[in-house]
């Protein structure tokens, strides 16, 4: 863009970014699946996955959270803890990362998108549903192309129920008794348990008509065999779950290094979808195995990252910039292809600025002081829109310092988190009563105006204080 003078062009390179994720490693699969972790502004690591399939699909896997606080003992992400929920901007953007890439690459677009990332959707509600309309709106990915997966957060998806945006529903079911459940996923009981879920289910399926997917994950020995298909066929039976409103996604887990336990082998696969469909008339898919070859299971590539981090920074001196060679080798290898720089903006309908050959901004000299005043007026203006960058030895620090997170640990903390709660619910309340005075004619004053302005900051912290409590 020759458009602007020279100096605004290098401030703006040295002090802006496109979006706000820092890709931080990329592995690409020979099945040609795409994993990727990005920083975000605040350290924290989250995961997406580009996967592409025969029949043309272009499947965008997403994060809904940084880390997550549902403790599925099988998930890498579950084994790591919730750090903070991620805005509806976040969470879109990773949809929009790969969508723009890959059609300036290969003239492709994303088709799907599934929230099947890190996180549990469903607990970030307000953002997901947000980032929902917005790759709907943006991008032209319809609602019925939109999958989020839950482990069952009862009340929201009652509340999923009745939005208009008809999304695919996924249920994280894995178990279909009690207390094997609540083994496999801790959050089970805090939702009232397999009963409210499967009453959830079943008005979910007589309101909106919609079939939706049951995900389970084949474990070796745990969960793999015929009865636990004729439990799982029971379940659904008694709750009068209708045949033709489900299917059962079957996934043979993707091992992690914190828990023990394999992926089923093919006979027993082929054995339950068999049981299901000849016993109860339940269609069941064993799921394609997506990048096995890379770390492309939930958290396990944030887990590597972190890992390595962490060797850097305990490794001697002496072998410090030999192991950061290594590490740099390695992400090349894995990821071959470097994408290009985009823009999340739609180019379609912009006048292209660099057709005029008569101006030359190559060359700082102005014509007159008034461009020279203009100039610096742009340049001061932009100074003041973005903080300076960080000196180096202060960025170190915050490195080795590491992000904070919202986790509770002690009964301290839940104390503060209550206070804090407390105050957030006043100062909401008191937006409201501002609101309310605003739409009756009276005028605010510059303070109050600013409080208003927070309301969606405030609203996002409750998000996640309230989660934290849970």
């Not at 006048?351 to 700082?364: A, C, G, K, V, Y």
Request: hydrophobic share 35%; with cysteine; glycine share 6%.
């Amino acid at each position: 863009m020759t458009n602007l003078p020279l100096t605004l062009r290098t401030f703006l390179s040295d002090h802006t970014t496109s979006g706000s994720l820092s890709l931080a490693t990329e592995q690409s699969s020979k099945d040609g699946t795409i994993k990727r972790a990005y920083y975000l502004p605040d350290g924290q690591l989250i995961e997406s996955v580009l996967m592409p399939y025969a029949d043309g699909r272009r499947t965008a896997c997403i994060s809904s959270q940084a880390g997550c606080a549902m403790g599925c003992v099988f998930c890498a992400t579950g084994q790591m803890g919730f750090a903070r929920q991620l805005s509806a901007e976040e969470i879109y953007e990773q949809v929009a990362t790969f969508s723009y890439e890959i059609l300036a690459c290969r003239g492709e677009r994303v088709s799907h998108v599934v929230f099947m990332g890190m996180g549990e959707p469903l607990a970030n509600y307000r953002n997901v549903m947000e980032a929902v309309r917005m790759i709907r709106d943006r991008l032209g990915i319809g609602a019925r192309r939109i999958t989020i997966s839950t482990v069952g957060v009862v009340p929201n998806i009652l509340k999923l129920m009745r939005e208009e945006e008809q999304v695919k529903l996924a249920i994280s079911l894995h178990c279909a008794e009690e207390g094997e459940r609540s083994e496999l996923l801790p959050a089970n009981r805090r939702y009232g348990g397999l009963d409210a879920l499967m009453t959830a289910v079943k008005e979910y399926t007589e309101v909106t008509k919609r079939r939706l997917t049951f995900e389970w994950a084949l474990i070796e020995g745990k969960n793999d065999s015929k009865e636990e298909a004729r439990k799982l066929g029971r379940l659904l039976k008694r709750y009068g779950i209708r045949r033709d409103f489900c299917h059962v996604n079957l996934i043979p887990l993707n091992p992690t290094g914190g828990y023990g336990g394999g992926p089923s082998q093919k006979k027993n696969v082929n054995a339950f979808v068999q049981v299901l469909e000849d016993e109860f008339g339940i269609t069941a898919t064993p799921r394609v195995r997506r990048g096995i070859d890379i770390d492309a299971g939930c958290g396990q590539l944030k887990a590597k990252v972190n890992k390595t981090q962490t060797r850097k920074e305990t490794a001697p001196s002496s072998t410090k910039h030999e192991n950061e060679n290594k590490h740099e080798k390695m992400i090349t290898a894995e990821a071959p292809i470097t994408p290009p720089k985009y823009s999340l903006v739609d180019t379609a309908d912009v006048i292209n600025l660099d057709d005029d050959d008569n101006d030359n901004f190559q060359d700082p000299e102005f014509k007159s002081d008034a461009e020279m005043t203009e100039a610096e007026r742009i340049l001061s203006l932009v100074r003041s829109s973005f903080p300076p960058p960080p000196k180096p030895d202060q960025q170190q620090q915050q490195q080795q310092q590491g992000p904070k997170t919202t986790s509770i640990v002690d009964d301290d903390a839940v104390r503060n988190a209550k206070r804090r709660r407390k105050k957030l619910l006043k100062n909401l309340k008191m937006i409201d009563k501002l609101k309310d005075m605003q739409s009756n004619g009276k005028e605010l004053n510059e303070e109050q105006m600013v409080k208003i302005g927070r309301e969606r900051e405030w609203r996002s912290e409750l998000e996640s204080v309230l989660h934290n409590l849970q």
